[in-house]
T-cell receptor
Framework: AQSVTQPDIHITVSEGASLELRCNYS??????LFWYVQSPGQGLQLLLK??????LVQGIKGFEAEFKRSQSSFNLRKPSVHWSDAAEYFC???????????FGTGTRLTIIP | DTGVSQDPRHKITKRGQNVTFRCDPI?????LYWYRQTLGQGPEFLTY????????KSRLLSDRFSAERPKGSFSTLEIQRTEQGDSAMYLC????????FGPGTRLLVL
């Protein structure tokens, strides 16, 4: 069965600083990997996804993520955060065919001025 | 805006009552998924449809839960005899390889 671990429950960064959110997955084959963002009381918005090919993927809002098979990781990065990036971030893995997604427990991002 | 809508956005009910939620995906979404998200957790898969066929149900979906997708368009999720433990955000997603989520229905069972 697939699983996702997001080791950081809460991260605080200063506005303008760089950001890296960690995600480790467990899946027997090549996974489909996703990062979603959720603002309070809202649904999930897709930031980026990896299916195959280039292991560095670009997403919306200036985010990027790198797939590292050897480390079973798919970390999310942003070079300079903005106050509007404060939200909950979820990493998810889907099986081939993507019948369902398995999510991590999320990382809450706080931005300080 | 993903084009996926859910109704209602909020629902407060008393324990033992039945509730029904609706999800409207965009027409291109052959697959429709339901997830449940409790406070401080990531969404957990409940069930999904390929057109009108319900192809998989999670063990989380007890006998009190039923989902339908007549005609392969909108979907409904019904919870009978609600319990306080059913309080959660219920999320619907449409898509195929990529799932696009609606805004969710937040249920509070008193």
């Amino acid at each position: 069965a697939q699983s996702v671990t997001q080791p950081d429950i809460h991260i605080t960064v200063s506005e303008g600083a760089s950001l890296e959110l960690r995600c480790n997955y467990s899946y027997g084959a090549t996974p489909y990997l996703f990062w979603y963002v959720q603002s309070p009381g809202q649904g999930l918005q897709l930031l980026l996804k990896y299916f195959s090919g280039d292991t560095l993927v670009q997403g919306i809002k200036g985010f990027e993520a790198e797939f590292k098979r050897s480390q079973s990781s798919f970390n999310l990065r942003k070079p300079s955060v903005h106050w509007s990036d404060a939200a909950e971030y979820f990493c998810a893995v889907g099986a081939t065919g993507n019948e369902k997604l398995t999510f991590g427990t999320g990382t809450r991002l706080t931005i300080i001025p | 805006d993903t084009g996926v809508s859910q109704d209602p956005r909020h629902k407060i009910t008393k324990r033992g009552q039945n509730v029904t939620f609706r999800c409207d995906p965009i027409s291109e979404h052959n697959r429709l998924y339901w997830y449940r998200q409790t406070l401080g957790q990531g969404p957990e898969f409940l069930t999904y449809f390929q057109n009108e066929a319900q192809l998989e149900k999670s063990r989380l979906l007890s006998d009190r839960f039923s989902a339908e997708r007549p005609k392969g368009s909108f979907s409904t999720l019904e919870i009978q005899r609600t319990e306080q433990g059913d309080s959660a955000m219920y999320l619907c997603a449409g898509g195929l390889e990529t799932q696009y989520f609606g805004p969710g229905t937040r249920l509070l069972v008193l």
